[in-house]
């Protein structure tokens, strides 16, 4: 069974930083794209970041590049997202998502249940 579990959401203020985590199973990591999207309320979805398996190739929103870096474990099947400099427009639900087939939400194959994130002012 195919499962991606998020954890590392919750409540900071301004400026601070969260690690998200995405653990996956039930599936081989060769060759796929991990990402990160979110949700916020009222708003469509977006894409946040993506990494290759490899970790070789990464992508970032304008929104969050220089502040968001993603990461890979492949020993722990693990993708991470470090989120640093948070803004209250970055609170969201922050979904991860694998797939085969580039960093698009409509591309993706799996996805997790999403982490809460809340920046407050």
């Known amino acids: 069974e195919v499962q991606l579990v998020e954890s590392g959401g919750g409540l900071v203020q301004a400026g601070g930083s969260l690690r998200l985590s995405c653990a996956a199973s039930?599936?081989?990591?060769?060759?796929?794209?991990i990402g990160w999207f979110r949700q916020a309320p009222g708003k469509e979805r977006e894409g946040v970041s993506c990494?290759?398996?490899?970790?070789?190739?990464?992508y970032y929103a304008d929104s969050v590049k220089g502040r968001f870096t993603i990461s890979n474990d492949n020993a722990k099947n693990t993708v991470y997202l470090k989120m640093n400099s948070l803004k209250p427009e970055d609170t969201a639900v922050y979904y991860c998502a694998a797939g085969w087939s580039g960093c698009r939400g409509s591309s993706m194959d799996y996805w997790g249940k999403g982490t809460l994130v809340t920046v407050s002012s």
């Open positions: 990494i290759s398996s490899s970790g070789g190739s990464t």
């Open positions: 039930g599936f081989t990591f060769d060759g796929i794209v």
